[in-house]
């Protein structure tokens, strides 16, 4: 029998800075406050159904609060409801639910923490509704996880991203020509935001707001004749023409979110030069936005989240994930967070706040 409280922790979906510097948090607090034994469920969901987990000692998560990745790996694809296996040379969904469950209750855990994004939140949600205590840490680079004001990765992301906008400006401007940056984002603008204030783009494109192409074109050519000869899109993956749709870049088959963004800077850059006679490039930002170290403010965060997390086990409030409320954190119900995605409302005072400048958002 084990002597004091035993945790897992498990990352889930796609990495992003600041994951390993969360885990750090969990597992020093619960080791050096509380007496703690922590176990790291192996890429995510998938180490659950298939019961592959090791112990976190105190030195293992040592010297790692900088490092991007996740030192638990992770998966985008298994989730234990609707879990994919080939047969007879076709992919199909079978519900393992309960041999993940009973793997993790053979472990004797007080309590799982799913350090994830809003797919890994809703499985980690019906695990609770199964029986399994649970508390949740919202992560990932969209910033688009109902009932937080902020996740951490996002800073990152919008940092590197920024950094592209600002280094494809001198070419833009050297060669007068339009030049595209597509962030990532899935179907939320956050990033395309952020980056594109930060970045100063002349247009920033995002799937709140469907562009009309007329609109841009005729932004890019007016900026041309009071002087300006280049231009500068910001463009979110998820964005789309007012009637249009998204462009999807590849179906993943064996995930429960098989749509993988991408692609519609190049669709818009053709257009572009089509109809304003400007030369246009694009570049994909990409997974450069998940890779690295954790910015400062990123590696502050997820220290933050990390012990608060610790916090609601030693309060038995499961369920729950942390949260970030204005300048203090909280905690949301996992069943709030599972609604869906948090995108950009049409009252989001930075919209206003962009547009009082002179961006246009293609409508
Ligand atoms: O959710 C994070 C994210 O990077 C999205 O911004 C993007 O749409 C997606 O994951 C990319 O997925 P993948 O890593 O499977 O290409």
Redesign the pocket.
């Known amino acids: 029998m084990k002597k004091g409280k035993r945790i897992a922790i498990l990352t889930g ?2 990495d ?1 800075p600041g994951i390993n510097a969360v885990i750090r948090a969990v597992t020093k607090k619960a080791i050096l406050e509380y007496d703690m034994e922590v176990i790291g469920i192996l890429d995510g969901y998938d180490g659950a159904i298939k019961n592959r987990h090791r112990k976190l000692e105190y030195d293992d998560v040592s010297g790692i609060l900088t490092l991007g990745g996740t030192i638990l790996h992770t998966s ?1 694809t298994a989730n234990p409801y609707r879990y994919a296996v080939k047969k007879g040379g076709k992919i199909i969904f079978e519900d393992v639910s309960k041999a993940a469950i009973n793997n993790l209750k053979k472990l004797d855990i007080d309590c799982l923490v799913c350090i994830g ?1 809003d797919g890994t939140l809703y499985i980690a949600n019906r695990l609770f509704e199964d029986g399994i205590p649970v508390v949740g840490v919202p992560k ?3 910033n688009d996880i109902r009932g937080t004001d902020i996740t951490f990765g996002f800073d990152s992301a919008v940092y590197i991203a920024t950094e592209g906008i600002d280094r494809i400006h001198s070419t833009a401007q050297a060669l007068h020509r339009v030049m595209i940056v597509e962030v ?3 179907q939320a603008g956050w990033i395309a935001l952020h980056s594109g204030i930060a970045g100063g783009g002349d247009i920033i494109l995002i799937p709140e707001i469907p562009f009309d192409m007329e609109i841009i074109a005729n932004k890019v050519k007016e900026r041309n004749k009071k002087g300006k000869r280049f231009s500068i899109v910001v463009v979110a ?1 998820g964005a789309k023409p007012k009637g249009g749709d998204v462009v999807i870049q590849r179906i ?1 088959k064996q995930s429960s979110d098989p749509i ?2 991408g692609g519609v800077g190049f669709v818009l850059g053709a257009e572009i030069e089509k109809l304003s006679g400007i030369e246009t490039r694009t570049v994909v930002m990409g ?1 450069l ?2 890779g690295g170290s954790p910015t400062p403010f990123d590696r502050v965060l997820a220290t933050r989240l990390g012990t608060r997390a610790l916090d609601l086990i030693l309060n038995k409030e499961f369920g729950y994930m942390v949260a970030v409320k204005g300048n203090s954190l909280g905690k949301v119900s996992l069943k709030e967070v599972a609604k869906g995605p948090r995108t950009i409302p049409a009252d989001e005072p930075l919209i206003e706040v962009a547009r009082s400048v002179g961006t246009c958002f293609g409508n």
């Open positions: 979906g796609g992003c985008k994004g990932t680079i969209d990532m984002g899935h993956e993943v993988r963004l997974h936005q998940r």
